[in-house]
């Protein structure tokens, strides 16, 4: 009876400990639950249309999107044609080097300006400095492109402008291919450095300052410090950020590309990528299952380059990866 009675009791108090966690968790996942159902509704819900890729999309009475996407014919691979294009080589040729090139640039110019900025002294220069850096990420490439015109327009440019002042002949930029590349990087850099700047000067602000007086008690001076104090405790966030941007590097800004050189068709053959040519096609043939077999084949690469890396780093330094 006693054993029972026990039973019961150790029943009740397991019970009563499960409805306690519940309640204290409660409040965290009702938290959670708006970020889960953004990335259910955004991320995963959508995944179902990749089956456009595979299907020549038409609409069918009655015209809603699930009815069209069911009556569409398989096509099989032929939306995967447009890699048969002559453009093929071109787009791929310049989002891989693009990419490839701002990639290693970001990483080296992100990571000294973050350590440039925790050895300033003055706390307000270095905020500064740091919002100056970071509003350039939230300006749309639209406005971007802007700003460049201000600079490059033949008319009203402030480069035309300072080439006649000095009698040289002017340059107009968005019919000369030669500075494009530069004019890209540039764009990009200014761009895009704040955010990573943001990160790494957040990984730098959470080292032990003692890792640092230690050293320079051992004579170490300031490079010695960054070199063997700094870059070792951020360097898991280094190749986090590069995992995740070597798996982007099938993606191209599609902002950037097309509207930093102004759609301008001569130059194509410098700033032609993947993106800007699927929506040229697009806009042309309105082919939705071309533009949905360029996402799918952008997705498959750049899960395949993650997974790569990941592995590379894992046998290198297993502690830094990111799975």
Known sequence: MRAVTGTQTSQSRKTAMAGARFQKNFWLLTMVLPGAIWLLLLRYLPMFGVVLAFKNYRA????????????SDWVGLENFKFLNSPDTTIMIRNTLAYNALW?????????????????LRSRFTAKVYQTM???????????ASYFVLAFLDPTSG??????????????????DKTWWPLILTLSNLWKNVGYSTVLYLAAITGIDRTQYEAAAVDGATKWQQIWHVTLPNIRTMIIILLIMNVGKIFNADFGLFYNVPQNSGTLYPVT???????????????NIGMSSAAGLLQSVVGCICILATNAIVKKIDPESTLF
């Open 103 to 119: 990639i290693v640039l970001g990483l080296v110019i992100a990571v000294s300006f973050a350590v440039m900025l925790s050895e």
């Open 272 to 286: 032609q990528v993947i993106d800007t040519y699927v929506y040229r096609a697009y806009a042309n043939t309105r």
């Open 60 to 71: 069918h009475k009655p015209n809603t999107f699930w009815n069209n996407i069911v009556k």
């Open 158 to 175: 402030m480069i035309p402008a300072i080439q006649k002042s000095m009698g040289a002949k002017v340059t107009n930029f968005y019919h």
């Open 133 to 143: 850096m970071f509003f350039p990420y939230f300006l749309s490439w639209v406005v």
